[in-house]
């Protein structure tokens, strides 16, 4: 993950800051926070720079100063009344040196005892300044007890205690929690602003704008992704699936060979690919992002309604999907990707190849 989620203001969320910033001066600030919108737009980093900003006792209306004791601890992730709450997966993957590693496969999930621990936590006495700030990312990945139990915090907040949900799923969440909090949304900046930006950072690919293309604008969302080299197993999803579709490949083959990307990937990949043949297809346009283009022929626009029926059909499958395989540690990748893919045969009206061949 890139150097920006642990606590930066990045430049496309200015507007975002003032608000709150605003409110924080006048004494108005809401206890409960909701910030919502896609994935890798920095979220969280924006989270934990607003927590520092109410943490420092020398913040101004650019910002936290950065040099105080407050700022300082919440730097180094040890400031007493800052709670950072994520999901084992999320934690080892933003702070690997934290020796946090488990056996088990990490859970994607917000532990019960997590949230309990929050509660605690906002109901405790500050230590410091008096203002004690909790963030809770996702804060989908909270199951309904503990969403329940988050409730009482803002049904009663205890004085000068923030609570800041994460989300890029709010719909998710429990309607009462939604309700009780004040919303505020996210976007990615526009596409030349996201270049200009990538061309600044460290890491950034040579082919920046497939990656801006495949993280679907999300310039921290890029960034992984060319740390991950997604290009190269996006491209093998691709070449997997339009083996499928050209009957040269079994489902089951095509499912072995794309097993190594992760269900997740696998199914992101194909719903950016899908959403672009929904445009293409609607819009009468072409399919810019590499890799994708065969795929335009097996699903042409002159095939009409019926066409964009069965994609539609196929877009729902993968939301399906990558629902499922978000909640779940265990989902059987190698099925749901069999699955998938003998859907896409259906989509593009292509036989699939018959079990019997290469088998
Ligand atoms: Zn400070």
């Not at 999901?87 to 934290?98: K, T, W």
Request: charged share 15%.
């Amino acid at each position: 993950m890139s150097n920006h989620t642990p606590s930066t203001l990045l430049p496309w969320q200015h507007s975002q800051f003032k608000r709150l910033q605003m409110l924080a001066s006048n004494d108005r600030l809401a206890h409960g926070w909701l910030f919502s919108g896609k994935p890798g737009i920095g979220k969280l980093g924006f989270a934990r720079h607003f927590a520092r900003f109410l943490l420092c006792r020398h913040s101004d209306a650019n910002g936290p100063c950065g040099r105080c004791q407050d700022c300082q601890l919440h730097a180094a992730r040890s400031h007493p009344d800052s709670l950072l709450v994520l999901p084992e997966a999320l934690q080892q993957q933003l702070f690997p040196d934290d020796n946090t590693k488990t056996k088990e496969k990490p859970s994607r999930q917000l532990k019960i005892e997590q949230i309990r621990d929050a509660i605690e936590f906002a109901q405790s006495t500050a230590q410091r300044g008096g203002t004690k700030v909790i963030v809770i990312n996702p804060a989908e990945a909270m199951n309904i007890n503990s969403a329940n139990a988050l409730l009482k915090i803002l049904e009663e907040p205890p004085a000068r205690t923030f609570l800041l949900l994460v989300s890029e799923q709010p719909g998710l969440l429990l309607a009462t929690l939604r309700s009780r909090c004040q919303q505020l949304g996210f976007t990615a900046p526009p596409t030349n602003e996201a270049l200009q930006w990538l061309q600044t950072q460290p890491g950034c690919p040579t082919d920046a704008e497939f990656y801006l293309q495949l993280a679907e604008g999300a310039p921290l969302h890029a960034l992984k992704l060319a740390a991950d080299k997604a290009g190269v197993g996006f491209r093998q999803l691709w070449q997997s699936i339009l083996g499928v579709c050209s009957g040269d490949m079994t489902p089951v083959q095509a499912a072995k060979a794309c097993e190594g990307l992760g269900i997740l990937n696998a199914v992101n990949y194909q719903l950016i690919g899908v959403a672009g043949l929904l445009v293409s297809n609607q819009t009468g346009t072409t399919l810019t992002l590499d890799g994708l283009q065969p795929l335009q022929a097996l699903c042409p626009p002159s095939a009409g309604i019926g066409m964009i029926r069965r994609l539609h059909g196929l877009h729902r499958s993968l939301v399906q999907a990558r629902i499922t395989a978000l909640a779940t540690n265990n989902a059987n990748a190698l099925l749901m990707l069999e699955s998938l893919f003998a859907d896409w045969a259906t989509v593009t009206a292509v036989k699939p190849a018959r079990r019997s061949q290469g088998l």
